[in-house]
């Protein structure tokens, strides 16, 4: 493992603008197949009847599984590309798909009594944490549900890191189906880090763990 002291972390959004056609590959993978039937059918009983948010939807998995239970859905996503995807996976008069930054959403305060994020905290460089949970809570009502879903590092299965930064934030050099390969920031927080993280913004947290997978849920004090 190398450190990188200083340099910006990637933006993940070019490269998943380029991974869109061969992002739903990761769910075909076989061994991960039993965790997520058992999430798709526990997390839309987490936001029944809720105002939703989604951030960084991607291609819309997990939007598809949502937009049955919440009574309104707004899908965020910074990359145009996957939102496509998504649009076609999804038609539902209570979705609306929304190119946004997830760093700076284009909702008033108050908003939504729910927020959904899969495969995204994952991504956010650990000095960029707070900010960003700061900024969603404000988009919230008090009570709102919170679930982050995210990967576990298993080992044969997840892609291995090859480098970690000054901020402890780790790094996957990832290859795609056209041969580019990809420096993309992918960390691991732990139930504590994350604990840590949310502090007293959040309420009866839940940590749950499958397999491959994490996810925590909470409700907005
Ligand atoms: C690992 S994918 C997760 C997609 C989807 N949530 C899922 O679970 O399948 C990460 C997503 O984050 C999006 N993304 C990257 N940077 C972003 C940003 N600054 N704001 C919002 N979305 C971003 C990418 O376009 C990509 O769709």
């Known amino acids: 493992m190398t450190a990188s002291d200083g340099t910006e972390p990637p933006d993940m959004r070019e490269y998943y603008a380029a991974r869109a056609p061969e992002y739903d590959q990761v769910y075909a993978k076989p061994e991960r197949q039993q965790d997520l039937r058992a999430i798709e059918a526990w997390l839309p009983g987490r936001f029944i009847g809720r105002r939703l948010i989604e951030i960084a939807c991607g291609t819309g998995y997990w939007t598809r599984f949502l937009a049955p239970a919440a009574s309104e859905l707004l ?17 539902s008069p209570s979705v ?35 900010a960003f949970l700061d900024d969603l809570h404000a988009r919230l009502a008090p009570g709102a549900r919170v679930v982050f879903l995210d990967n576990r590092f298993v080992a044969g299965s997840s892609t291995p890191i090859s480098e970690e930064d000054a901020f402890g934030n780790t790094y996957q050099q990832r290859r795609l189906g056209d041969g580019s390969s990809h420096r993309v920031l992918k960390n691991f927080p732990s139930e504590a880090e994350l604990t840590q993280a949310i ?13 491959h997978y994490w996810a925590l849920e909470y409700l907005v004090s």
């Open 199 to 211: 502090g007293g913004a959040g309420i009866r947290l839940r940590h749950h763990a499958w397999q």
């Open 96 to 130: 609306q798909f929304v190119v946004a930054d997830a760093y700076r959403l284009p909702t008033r305060a108050g908003a939504f009594s729910g927020a959904f994020a899969g495969f995204w905290l994952s991504h956010v460089p650990r000095q960029r944490l707070a």
């Open 75 to 91: 899908a965020t996503d910074a990359a145009p590309q996957t939102l496509e995807i998504a649009r076609r996976r999804v038609r």
